[in-house]
């Protein structure tokens, strides 16, 4: 069931894997940014206090040089099969983890939560839901611009996602939290608790 934030705090067991999931500009990384005093800049992830904080640009930005000349085509799945390898190699050594979902894809969510109930841990989910418009001026300020077909799936997508989770039909997370642009501009901090 979605959870109402009403604290500026979210509290999850030691060793969950939380993933942040959203439409693409719905500012996940600007989130992940000011939680975690991240640049922007990093090639690998980052532990802030035990905590394993992986945003989908640090694989962007270790593969930048190496394949700035390849095709979008194969530069997109190299970038995130690295990004998914690293979420697995971080659950599997039973950190808790909070990391970024590039896409709007059910199927990813069913993967993470195998991930965290194989190593023994719960997965957690927090939904950033803004409307399109929205989104779309997120793309815009960070200088990349989904395709139309591919943004309008997305937002396709993401609908069905939001409705199940705020009728508490939406499998296999632990709990889920959905955010709207308010609620997390107001949340401060993240804490797994022994």
Not at 1 to 19: D, Q
Not at 166 to 175: D, E, I, N, V
Request: some cysteine; aromatic content about 6%; charged content about 20%.
């Amino acid at each position: 069931m979605a959870a109402p934030v009403s604290a500026e705090t979210l509290h999850y067991p030691s060793g969950s894997l939380v993933i942040l999931t959203g439409l693409p500009g719905a500012g996940k990384s600007t989130l992940l940014d000011r939680l975690y005093q991240l640049r922007g800049t990093e090639t690998r992830p980052v532990t802030i206090s035990a905590v394993r904080v992986i945003d989908s640009r640090q694989s962007r930005n270790l593969w930048a040089r190496r394949l700035a000349s390849a095709p979008k085509r194969i530069r997109t799945p190299i970038v995130h099969a690295t990004h998914v390898w690293r979420i697995a190699r971080a659950v599997a050594d039973g950190r808790s983890v909070v990391a970024h979902n590039r896409g709007t894809w059910p199927h990813m969510l069913y993967g993470f939560a195998w991930l965290a109930r194989r190593s023994g841990g719960e997965f957690h989910l927090i939904m950033l839901d803004v409307d399109p418009q929205t989104a779309r001026a997120g793309q815009r300020a960070r200088g990349r611009v989904v395709a139309d077909a591919t943004f309008a799936r997305h937002c396709r997508r993401w609908r069905v996602l939001v409705a199940h989770a705020r009728t508490g039909t939406l499998p296999p997370a632990s709990s889920v939290t959905v955010l709207g642009r308010a609620s997390a501009d107001l949340l401060q901090a993240i804490h797994f608790d022994r």
